[in-house]
């Protein structure tokens, strides 16, 4: 059953054990990878609204990250902060 009480079919039980069976900080580490992907996306076309909401979602999954990922990330993180900046002022 469903937390509203419907009864789940069989795809949403198959659903809800792929789901169970996710690694967090993999899907951590993909949504800040593609954050900042879609990051310099909007720098380049100047959409510095959504440049910058972009941004700020990496800066708050980096330090839920470890290691190598995290320094990578950071490191890219400080190259958009740059490009946010220089691009707010062009």
Do not use: H, N
Request: net charge negative.
């Amino acid at each position: 059953m469903a937390d509203d009480g419907t009864p789940l079919t069989p795809e949403s039980d198959a659903l809800l054990a792929e789901v169970a069976g996710l690694d967090v900080k993999q899907l951590l580490m993909g949504a800040a990878s593609t954050l900042a992907s879609l990051a310099y996306a909007k720098l380049e076309r100047g959409d510095l609204a959504q440049a910058k909401l972009a941004i700020d979602g990496v800066a708050a999954l980096v330090p839920l990250l470890e290691g190598d990922l995290q320094r990578d990330l950071e490191r890219a993180l400080t190259g958009l902060q740059v490009a946010f900046v220089d691009a707010a002022k062009a």
